[in-house]
């Protein structure tokens, strides 16, 4: 049973390009979930979505950054003409449940490690 | 504007000690509690979590502790294991909310041999 997969695990863009994230969720889970994480720093959370709809985007940044996760495939987060302040790890969570559920564990990737050269 | 606090940055103990992780946090509508823990160039592993309605909560070798009316938990580890050595971060949510977690800036923990 695969956990949480993210790629690329590594991807270096210069400013001004666009970055795609993917994130795959464990196999029946509905409800995704991106943070990121700049170094010396806790994680923060930027997205919450389920199929086709986005929950919560509250920690996203207004400009340039979008999430979308289709009924099919993966979710992604895209960055549109990077800077270097998006240097960052980009983490997917994925969980079975979600308002209903009562349990809010949520299982991570690996993570994105995003550099903007 | 910090809501959730991880004072200790890093902490070492011997292996078979206790470690003691602590955590606080400024809003008193969170009501669920993890514990994560994360190796470099991994992601975060779930660990341990307690509901507010509970002040403590074991597994195995990981305790979680609750005072609500401090809005302080931690984290005890005992025997620690120098398998142990990862950041650990603590984080909280509401239930019925939004469900995002809110997460400590974490503590590096080191277990010698």
């Known amino acids: 049973n695969a956990g949480v997969m993210q790629n690329p695990r590594h991807l270096v863009r210069r400013r001004g390009q666009e970055a795609r994230l993917r994130c795959s969720p464990v196999?029946?889970?509905?409800?995704v979930y991106w943070y990121r994480q700049l170094p010396e720093e806790g994680l923060k959370f930027m997205v919450y979505l389920q199929k086709e709809n986005i929950i919560d985007e509250s920690g996203m940044p207004k400009e340039r950054f979008s999430a979308e996760f289709p009924k099919e495939g993966p979710s992604i987060l895209r960055i549109q003409q990077v800077v270097r302040g998006d240097s960052a790890a980009y983490f997917c969570a994925s969980s079975p449940l979600g308002l209903a559920g009562g349990n809010n564990e949520q299982f991570f990737g690996p993570g994105t490690r995003l550099t903007v050269l | 504007d910090q809501q959730v606090k991880q004072n200790s940055p890093s902490l070492s103990v011997q292996e078979g000690r206790i470690s003691i992780l602590n955590c606080d946090y400024t809003n008193s509508m969170f009501d669920y509690f993890l514990w994560y823990k994360k190796y470099p160039a991994e992601g975060p592993t779930f660990l341990i979590s307690i509901s507010s309605i509970k002040d403590k909560n074991e597994d195995g070798r990981f305790t979680v502790f609750l005072n609500k009316s401090a809005k302080h938990l931690s984290l005890h580890i005992v025997p620690s294991q120098p398998g142990d050595s990862a950041v650990y971060f603590c984080?909280?949510?509401?239930?019925?909310?939004?469900?995002?977690?809110?997460f400590g800036k974490g503590t590096k923990l080191t277990v010698n041999p």
């Open positions: 984080a909280v949510t509401t239930q019925g909310g939004s469900e995002k977690l809110v």
């Open positions: 196999k029946g889970h509905s409800h």
